[in-house]
């Protein structure tokens, strides 16, 4: 059970809409990541599937069952929020198991669900402690082990990692990814974070002001972005764009040299990563460049590269780089690897 369908969901504010006729199919024991800048209406989207949120209009479907009208307690979902929420008086046992209590479950099955959760989430230890004893990752395991106690029928994240540290982050990602693993359940996660989806989902659904721009597994999304938006989006550092002209299967750069463009005639965008540009010697690649700035992060270092007329390009280079601010260089394109998108952004060919 989890199969989640929206179907042309709409949502109004007064005369102002923020999500634009959204139609997705979440099939059962998918990880879905919903991403986009701040703003898109990736948290509202979450919340109206849980139904903190009405939809004004559309449908939306759980496991078959038409659900649009229905309160959150009736949808079977839980929801774990940026917060933790956590009732402070409480040790982590009765913190995890309180929904359970409230709903007059009997007290062994309580217990029983409860050392479930905390075995999966490795927190056994932690049963008797109160959540000002717990560090941040804890406290946001106990939150995720209130869910699981649930048996929900699918599970909507909303930014659960946002107030963590660096090294918590990369942590609790690993516990969430292994999580998903073992319950194979439905899970809908929210995050503006880049790195979390890509690592995470199974598909990811890039929003742009209330609408779907995209969606498609990390990889697809990476390698065959489908416009601009996502191209820019999608990938850190963002990808390269540059102005051109293409013509008779062969792409022109100003003030550099082109190369073969199979298909994308009236492309006036071409898109390039930074770790497909090689750097070899002076007029011996597409464009020359000054290097304006290099920041070096240990394995990988990135040369920021003034190309004139075309603007700056970002370049992804060893971090046994020995290339200094002032170098001039050449920048070759893998031929493999070039994006090129008409005047609307959509891509080409």
């Known amino acids: 059970m989890g199969a989640i369908t929206l179907n042309a969901i709409e949502k109004w504010f007064g005369d102002v809409q923020v999500i634009k006729g959204v139609d997705l199919e979440i099939e059962k024991g998918e990880f879905i990541i919903f991403v986009g800048p701040s703003g898109c209406g990736?948290?509202?989207?979450?919340?109206?599937?849980?139904?903190?949120?009405?939809?004004?209009?559309?449908?939306?479907?759980?496991?078959?069952?038409?659900?649009?009208?229905?309160?959150?307690?009736?949808?079977?979902?839980?929801?774990?929020?940026?917060?933790?929420?956590?009732?402070?008086?409480?040790?982590?046992?009765?913190?995890?198991?309180?929904?359970?209590?409230?709903?007059?479950?009997?007290?062994?099955?309580?217990?029983?669900?409860?050392?479930?959760?905390?075995q999966a989430l490795r927190l056994e230890e932690y049963l008797d402690r109160r959540p000002k004893d717990l560090s941040g990752g804890q406290r946001q395991r106990v939150a995720i082990g209130r869910s699981?106690?649930?048996?929900?029928?699918?599970?909507?994240?909303?930014?659960?990692?946002?107030?963590?540290?660096?090294?918590?982050?990369?942590?609790?990602?690993?516990?969430?990814?292994k999580l998903h693993e073992q319950l194979t359940a439905t899970m809908i996660y929210v995050t503006h974070d880049q790195v979390e989806a890509m690592t995470l989902a199974d598909r990811i659904v890039v929003l742009n002001?209330?609408?779907?721009?995209?969606?498609?597994?990390?990889r697809q999304l990476y390698e065959h972005p489908a416009n601009l938006f996502v191209a820019q989006f999608i990938g850190s550092p963002k990808m390269n764009v540059l102005p051109c002209t293409v013509s008779d299967g062969q792409f022109s750069l100003q003030g550099g040299r082109?190369?073969?463009?199979?298909?994308?005639?009236?492309?006036?965008?071409?898109?390039?990563?930074?770790?497909?540009?090689?750097?070899?010697?002076?007029?011996?690649?597409?464009?020359?460049?000054?290097?304006?700035?290099?920041?070096?992060?240990?394995?990988?270092?990135?040369?920021?590269?003034?190309?004139?007329?075309?603007?700056?390009?970002?370049?992804?280079?060893?971090?046994?780089?020995?290339?200094?601010?002032?170098?001039?260089?050449?920048l070759e394109f893998a031929p493999d690897k070039l994006h090129f998108f008409d005047t609307d952004g959509v891509a080409l060919a």
């Open 42 to 118: 990736k948290s509202t989207l979450l919340r109206m599937i849980a139904g903190l949120e009405e939809i004004s209009r559309g449908s939306l479907v759980i496991d078959t069952r038409e659900v649009t009208a229905e309160p959150p307690a009736k949808r079977g979902l839980a929801m774990v929020f940026q917060s933790y929420a956590l009732y402070p008086h409480m040790s982590v046992r009765d913190n995890m198991g309180f929904s359970l209590l409230t709903a007059g479950a009997p007290k062994p099955e309580i217990r029983e669900k409860v050392d479930a959760a905390a």
């Open 258 to 330: 082109g190369g073969a463009a199979p298909g994308a005639d009236g492309a006036v965008h071409l898109g390039i990563r930074p770790e497909v540009i090689s750097i070899v010697e002076p007029g011996d690649g597409q464009l020359d460049g000054r290097i304006d700035l290099v920041e070096y992060l240990g394995a990988d270092t990135y040369l920021i590269v003034d190309c004139g007329a075309v603007g700056s390009l970002i370049v992804r280079a060893s971090g046994e780089s020995e290339a200094r601010v002032g170098d001039r260089l050449g």
């Open 209 to 218: 002001a209330g609408r779907i721009e995209q969606v498609g597994t990390p």
């Open 148 to 177: 699981i106690v649930r048996d929900p029928t699918a599970f909507l994240f909303d930014e659960p990692l946002s107030n963590l540290d660096a090294a918590l982050r990369v942590e609790m990602r690993h516990e969430i990814a």
